[in-house]
């Protein structure tokens, strides 16, 4: 049973890439962005000494508590100009590069580990 599970999510994952071959590269940038996201709060948090797990995310200005909609990579950035929801404040552009430079390096790699997989 357990060797037909394992045996059964290559051939799904090859199958999804065969029928939407712009969806595991996309899943791969994704998963950057996010990686970025986690290493701008890291940079910001760890010379700092505040712990990476509390307080949660919140603006370094206002101290409010970020919610859902102002943590998501590269769009948050994008939808709010670079500027804090609340009180407005500047964010620095190396959280949005960042993310975008992991976003594509995420791509770029899932993009060509796929074509290799189904050559």
Same mark, same amino acid.
């Given at each position: 049973?357990?060797?037909?599970?394992?045996?059964?999510?290559?051939?799904?994952?090859?199958?999804?890439?065969?029928?939407?071959?712009?969806?595991?590269? +996309?899943?791969?940038?994704?998963?950057?962005? =996010? #990686?970025?996201?986690?290493?701008?709060?890291? !940079?910001? %948090?760890?010379? @700092?000494?505040?712990?990476?797990?509390?307080?949660?995310?919140?603006?370094?200005?206002?101290?409010?508590? +970020?919610?859902?909609?102002?943590?998501?990579? =590269? #769009?948050?950035?994008?939808?709010?100009?670079? !500027?804090? %929801?609340?009180? @407005?404040?500047?964010?620095?552009?190396?959280?949005?590069?960042?993310?975008?430079?992991?976003?594509?390096?995420?791509?770029?790699?899932?993009?060509?580990?796929?074509?290799?997989?189904?050559?």
């Amino acid at each position: 049973m357990l060797t037909e599970t394992l045996a059964f999510y290559p051939a799904a994952a090859k199958a999804i890439a065969l029928h939407w071959p712009w969806f595991w590269p +996309l899943w791969g940038g994704v998963m950057g962005a =996010v #990686l970025g996201s986690f290493l701008n709060c890291a !940079r910001y %948090r760890v010379p @700092r000494g505040i712990s990476l797990r509390r307080p949660p995310s919140h603006c370094p200005a206002c101290k409010t508590v +970020l919610g859902v909609p102002d943590l998501v990579p =590269v #769009l948050s950035y994008l939808a709010l100009r670079g !500027r804090c %929801r609340h009180c @407005r404040a500047p964010i620095g552009r190396t959280s949005l590069w960042l993310e975008v430079a992991l976003f594509t390096g995420g791509y770029l790699l899932t993009a060509l580990f796929q074509a290799w997989l189904l050559a």
